[in-house]
């Protein structure tokens, strides 16, 4: 039987989804009528061990759906005492996990908003452009750098090799992206590669 050749199939991979993972609080209390029940041999129901057991197994049950696990003690106080001191720590605990929630979430709100009204908020301008010194959320064009860009996107459409272009402007003496931010005093990040020649990375 002839082989025929699977000409144009892309195979498409389903999106991949994080799930977001809890922080589990774990809380015990046991009253003091508890207590003196367990002591006479009444009831044991509702003892540490037993409230432990079950949080237990549901985290056991549940692992996948936490990060971490954290257990809170208050043994020998009535429920209507709101000063329990594992309570309040529990309490504490779960304000300030939301605080930081709402901090992050109106963090990127406020850069959300600035991104819609046309302000750049990276700490570094890209290649090509350099921040206002008037306001740091405009770019200007630095013309210098923009006769590069230009040069790499015409020899792109012209059907250039991203390694060839790189060879070409290390043949002509022009500085990498990292150089020519050196060169300029501009700020450099710490994340790029300190290389003054051109990859295809670059390109």
């Known amino acids: 039987m002839a082989r025929t050749k699977n000409r144009g199939y892309q195979q498409i991979l389903p999106p991949i ?21 367990i002591n006479r041999g009444l009831d044991d129901s509702n003892s ?16 996948e759906e936490f990060e971490s696990y954290t257990e809170y003690v208050d043994d020998g106080h009535t429920g209507t005492d709101t000063e329990r001191e594992s309570f309040q720590r529990l309490l504490g605990d779960v304000m300030n996990d939301q605080y930081c ?44 750098a923009a006769e590069t860009v230009k040069r790499v996107y015409s020899m792109l459409l012209q059907g250039s090799s991203k390694r060839a272009i790189a060879l070409y402007l290390n043949g002509h003496g022009i500085f990498s992206p990292t150089a020519y931010r050196r060169k300029k005093g501009l700020p450099v990040s710490t994340a790029v590669a300190d290389d003054p020649m051109w990859g295809p990375h670059d390109t």
């Open 17 to 37: 989804y994080t799930a977001r993972r809890w922080k589990m609080g774990g809380y015990i209390r046991l009253s003091r009528e508890d207590l003196q029940k």
């Open 48 to 63: 540490v061990k037993n409230q432990r057991d079950i949080l237990n197994d549901f985290h056991f049950n549940h692992a």
């Open 101 to 144: 929630y709402q901090t992050s979430k109106k963090i990127r709100q406020v850069f959300d908003y600035k991104r819609r009204n046309g302000q750049y908020i990276g700490s570094f301008a890209p290649y090509g452009y350099i921040k206002d010194p008037a306001n740091k959320h405009q770019l200007l064009v630095d013309t210098e």
